[in-house]
C-alpha cells in the first residue's frame, strides 16, 4: 500500500504576494486598488488577518479575479491547517 502524501497548502497571504509581485504593486499599491485599509493590506501580507467575503470582494475587484478565489484558499487552508492540527494530536 503506498502511503498518502498530502499536498502542501499556502496560506492566503502567500498568493497575494504573488499577484502583487507579478504587477509589481507595493502594499500601499494594492491598499489603493482594493479599497482596504493599509492596516488591513499590512495583517493580510503579514498573514495576521483571514480574508473574509468584504476582503475577498476587494482583492477580486484589484487583482481581476474572482471572490470565489480568495474564499476558497482562505477555507483550503484552515481546513489544511485543522487537518495538521487534528492529526497531532
Wanted: glycine share 8%; proline share 3%; with cysteine.
Amino acid at each position: 500500500m503506498t502511503a498518502r502524501i498530502p499536498a502542501e497548502v499556502f496560506p492566503p497571504c502567500e498568493f497575494i504576494k504573488e499577484f502583487m509581485e507579478g504587477r509589481g504593486w507595493t502594499a500601499n499599491d494594492l491598499a489603493e486598488k482594493s479599497g482596504l485599509s493599509q492596516v488591513s493590506v499590512s495583517r493580510l501580507l503579514a498573514g495576521t488577518q483571514g480574508i473574509t467575503r468584504y476582503e475577498a470582494a476587494c482583492l477580486a475587484a484589484a487583482f481581476n479575479t474572482s471572490e470565489r478565489l480568495w474564499l476558497n484558499l482562505q477555507q483550503g487552508f484552515l481546513d489544511s491547517l485543522a487537518h495538521h492540527l487534528g492529526s497531532a494530536s
